[in-house]
């Protein structure tokens, strides 16, 4: 959509060649300082709508409300809202942003990105002024970070993902924890350089993390490596038996049937126990609190939260091997984990987070089962 009344830009919304979309009309009287591109998109058996905005004086939610909740499939909101509140880290609130937070506590979207800036002005200064919003009934498969490379630009871009568009193979990834902590001990005993330090310890990691590429197939998200052998020896003695006729292949095919059957049942079960463990158990969700109180408690340094992919990590072992996915991929595609827990150096990573948050959130949050 062409800029009309002034020089430079517009907005683009592009798809990919096995996708097809249409432009979606907004109706909106032509608007200086509103631009809004909706396109209804098409791709294989899913159906979603992305909005593409950009407001230079400012968002005006009264405007374009009533037009963001007329969709009944879901929505991707993008685009440079030009509006500062601490909701997403501003020190400040600009003048159309009180009324944007209230819509969006009040609608049925998420914010997916509330912690990294966005821009950054020539003078050194940075703040968060490009907003991702999507439907609420998708934000548990969507993932936003934002790149590290400006490409030359004032603005970051902003990556986001959608987990069921997804097609890539499946990953089992195992962790040797053990050596690895056997082997880092080795490497911090040795005289080593300081410099050398990291690549030797990512190198230690790196050779103790493997990755099991599964069959491009839906798998469920608790699909571990116990349950993907196991149906491997179940479909390979059943095939053996089917071809020789053997009673003990075909026992043996009972047997890891019967194998198949537990670890599914285990694996689904503690899956679901790990999504209800902190509400169900108010020993823990008090702990959950505690810690959201010291993060944002001024006077206690301690920080215990990782902020990943707008996900802030709690549990220990998901914290560690969110390490180990950090210093075993060269790709460094996704979002860096902050390594500095200073909260005089590092800003980014101690936004406060507001208890009235968390309540809201829990109340937004609908029951469901796996």
């Known amino acids: ?68 909740d007329s969709f009944s499939i879901p929505v991707f909101i993008f685009g440079d809202f030009n509006l500062h509140h601490p909701f997403w880290g501003s020190n400040r609130s600009s003048p159309l942003s009180n009324d944007f937070v209230e819509w969006l506590q009040n609608s049925s979207f998420i914010l997916l990105n509330s912690s990294n800036p966005t821009y950054a002005a020539y003078t050194g200064s940075a703040s968060l002024l490009d907003l991702s919003i999507c439907s609420a009934s998708i934000s548990h498969a969507v993932d936003c970070y934002v790149s590290e490379s400006n490409f030359e630009s004032d603005h970051y871009p902003v990556i986001i993902t959608w987990s069921i568009l997804d097609h890539t193979p499946k990953k089992i990834k195992s962790i040797d924890w053990n050596r690895i902590m056997s082997n880092s001990a080795t490497v911090l005993n040795t005289n080593t350089r300081l410099n050398a330090l990291t690549s030797k310890i990512s190198e230690v990691i790196r050779n103790n993390t493997k990755i099991m590429t599964l069959p491009a197939k839906n798998y469920p998200p608790w699909w571990n490596l116990s349950c993907h052998n196991f149906q491997k020896l179940k479909i390979f003695f059943r095939k053996r038996a089917l071809r020789l006729i053997s009673e003990s292949d075909w026992m043996k095919h009972k047997k890891y049937a019967a194998k198949l059957r537990f670890h599914i049942k285990k694996a689904s079960r503690n899956y679901w126990d790990k999504i209800c463990n902190i509400t169900k158990n108010p020993r823990m969700f008090y702990s959950m609190l505690n810690r959201i109180y010291n993060h944002t408690n001024q006077e206690i340094n301690t920080v215990n939260l990782i902020l990943n992919n707008n996900h802030y990590i709690s549990n220990p072992v998901q914290q560690s091997n969110l390490f180990a996915d950090f210093f075993s991929d060269n790709s460094m595609k996704h979002e860096p984990i902050p390594l500095d827990y200073c909260e005089d150096c590092n800003s980014n990573l101690n936004i406060p987070i507001h208890i009235q948050e968390v309540r809201q959130a829990i109340q937004k949050t609908r029951n469901s089962t796996p």
Do not use: C, W
């Open 1 to 68: 959509m062409d800029r009309q009344g002034r020089p430079g830009g517009g907005l683009l919304t592009a798809i990919p060649k096995n996708a097809s979309g249409r432009i979606i009309p907004t109706g909106f009287s032509h608007n200086f300082n509103q631009e809004i591109l909706a396109v209804e998109v098409h791709f294989k058996d899913f159906h979603f709508i992305i909005i593409n905005l950009y407001a230079p004086q400012g968002l005006n939610i009264d405007n374009v409300k009533y037009f963001f």
